[in-house]
């Protein structure tokens, strides 16, 4: 109810569902929507799963994935299935039209295969308890001596402030990546550690819905969250060498 009245005070006209089924018996062929909101944990049908079958009806769709479980993996199969953006539970009315917005102007894209680059880049302008964030190429540094990765991100809140985050990933927590993943070489090189420290700093501002203590993160153990986005990364990695 209160996404529909928000919506509707914004000028959008808006259909609601209770449950996956309604959802999908509404939207038809999708021919009189502009963008679907739709929710991974319903009752009946997965979020995931109406999500494939709306593509099916309508490869054109813009569609939003709501949930509070946002992860890697649940990114790079809603990305690959056509998703054009998240949307992480709580958040603010200002952020949901900000979400709308922005998904009803952006180009409809879609691909069977994602690449770390595009995981990363989807992943991260996602919106994260009402903040998003970028790169700041300027601020990426790779010592060879100390063999650490320090990246620099600009976080951009929902009020429109923005403040610049710096990740630090220690040469110690590189080498459990490289035991975990048993490999020498990470797929992506460079790009695969900077994707890294983004991950760092989307679980951050997941967990605390705020920056970290004097705008600097360090990553200091290969966390839970990581460990999985590390197996999300190499699965992503097998998919490529297949398709190639």
């Known amino acids: ?13 808006v259909e609601t569902a209770g449950d996956g089924q309604e959802g999908l018996d509404k939207f038809g062929t999708g021919e009189k929507f502009d ?20 593509y099916r009806r309508n490869p054109q769709t813009r569609l939003i994935l709501i949930t509070a479980f946002g992860t890697i993996d649940l990114a790079l199969e809603a990305i690959q299935a056509g998703a054009s953006d998240f949307l992480r539970k709580p958040f603010t ?16 894209q879609r691909m069977s295969a994602v690449p770390i680059g595009m995981v990363c880049r989807e992943f991260t302008r ?16 790779h010592s060879d001596e100390e063999e650490s990765v320090t990246c620099r991100f600009r976080v951009n809140q929902a009020n429109g402030d923005s403040e610049v985050c710096t990740v630090v990933l220690p040469c ?15 797929p992506g090189g460079e790009r695969f550690w900077q994707a890294m420290c983004e991950e760092a700093l989307a679980n951050s501002l997941w967990q605390n819905a705020t920056l970290p203590e004097g705008h600097l993160l360090r990553i200091e153990d290969l966390s839970s969250g990581l460990q999985r986005w590390l197996d999300a990364m190499l699965t992503v990695e097998l998919t490529e060498e297949h398709a190639r």
């Open 93 to 108: 009315a200002d952020t949901l039209r900000q979400a709308v917005k922005s998904a009803i102007e952006r180009p409809v």
């Open 35 to 54: 963008l679907v909101l739709l929710d991974q944990r319903m009752p009946g049908m997965a979020g995931i799963d109406v999500q494939k079958e709306i």
């Open 126 to 141: 996602t919106t994260i308890n009402g903040f998003s964030f970028e790169i700041d190429d300027s601020g990426h540094h």
């Open 172 to 186: 110690y927590v590189m080498e459990l990546v490289k035991a975990y993943t048993d490999t020498e070489e990470v």
């Open 1 to 13: 109810m209160m996404i529909r009245l928000t919506l509707q005070h914004a000028g959008y006209e």
